[in-house]
């Protein structure tokens, strides 16, 4: 069942967003999740993943910045971005894998996506 995200909006350059993103079917402590971007004009690329074991995946361009977490209680994947950048702007996609393991979902692509959400970060 698609994930549905929310917490999209427009920030200034530097400010804060929490992404949250529910999943209907099994919870994000079963099934690795991720934060997928894609901004205009460019390819989808992962920003940030987390297996069913809590390890991390950040890209570069996010790490030190972004904070991928779930909330299992409540089947949630969060994405907390702090210090954002023009070049953060794209929309976001939630992504769940049919695998627990991060290396099994980074290795076979996510089963289920949302729709996205939005982003932007201008002055």
């Known amino acids: 069942v698609r994930p549905v995200e929310s917490g999209g909006g427009s920030v200034q350059p530097g400010g804060s967003l929490r992404l949250s993103c529910v999943a209907s079917g099994s919870p994000f402590d079963t099934r690795a999740g991720g934060w997928y971007r894609q901004a205009p004009g460019k390819d989808r690329e992962l920003a940030a993943a987390i297996g069913s074991d809590g390890s991390t995946y950040y890209a570069d361009s996010v790490k030190g910045r972004f904070a991928i977490s779930t909330d299992n209680a409540k089947n949630t994947l969060l994405l907390q971005m702090d210090s954002l950048r023009p070049e953060d702007t794209a929309v976001y996609f939630c992504?769940?894998?049919?695998?627990?393991?991060?290396?099994?979902?980074?290795?076979?692509?996510?089963?289920?996506w949302g729709e996205g959400t939005l982003v932007t970060v201008s002055s």
């Open positions: 992504a769940q894998s049919y695998y627990g393991g991060l290396r099994e979902s980074l290795r076979f692509g996510m089963d289920w």
